[in-house]
C-alpha cells in the first residue's frame, strides 16, 4: 500500500512511519522542511499542508494526517482537516 504520511517528521508522524514501514508499505514523509526527514531511504514531499493540491495526493492509497499546530493555534488542526478532506473524498482516498 502506498501511503503518505502529513506530519512525518513530528513525533507521532515518525512512530507512524516506522510502523508503516515495517508492515511493508511504500511511505512517503509530507513535510514542510525536507531537512528534518533524517532517514535517506523515505521518500519526501516537500509541502506544507495548507499548500497540498489534489495533484499532490495523486497515486496514494491511504493519506495519514499526523499534522501538529504549534501552541496557541489549535484551531490549524481544524483547518488542516478540513482542507484535507476536501482533496482526499475527490480522490476516493482514506483519510486517516
Same mark, same amino acid.
Do not use: I, P
Given at each position: 500500500m502506498k501511503i503518505g504520511i502529513i506530519g512525518?517528521?513530528?513525533?507521532?508522524?515518525q512512530e507512524i512511519v516506522k510502523e508503516a514501514q515495517s508492515r511493508g508499505h511504500e511511505? &512517503?514523509?509530507i513535510v514542510r522542511d525536507a531537512q528534518?526527514? &533524517?532517514?535517506s531511504s523515505l521518500a519526501v #514531499?516537500?509541502?506544507d499542508v495548507f499548500h497540498l493540491q489534489?495533484?499532490?495526493i495523486k497515486g496514494f492509497d491511504v493519506i495519514v494526517?499526523?499534522?501538529?499546530a504549534p501552541a496557541g493555534k489549535e484551531h490549524l488542526h481544524v483547518e488542516a482537516g478540513k482542507k484535507a478532506d476536501?482533496?482526499?473524498k475527490k480522490r476516493?482516498?482514506? #483519510?486517516v
Open positions: 512525518a517528521t513530528g513525533k507521532a508522524g511511505v &512517503t514523509a528534518k526527514v &533524517t532517514d #514531499l516537500e509541502k489534489a495533484e499532490d494526517n499526523a499534522f501538529g476536501r482533496y482526499f476516493h482516498l482514506r #483519510l
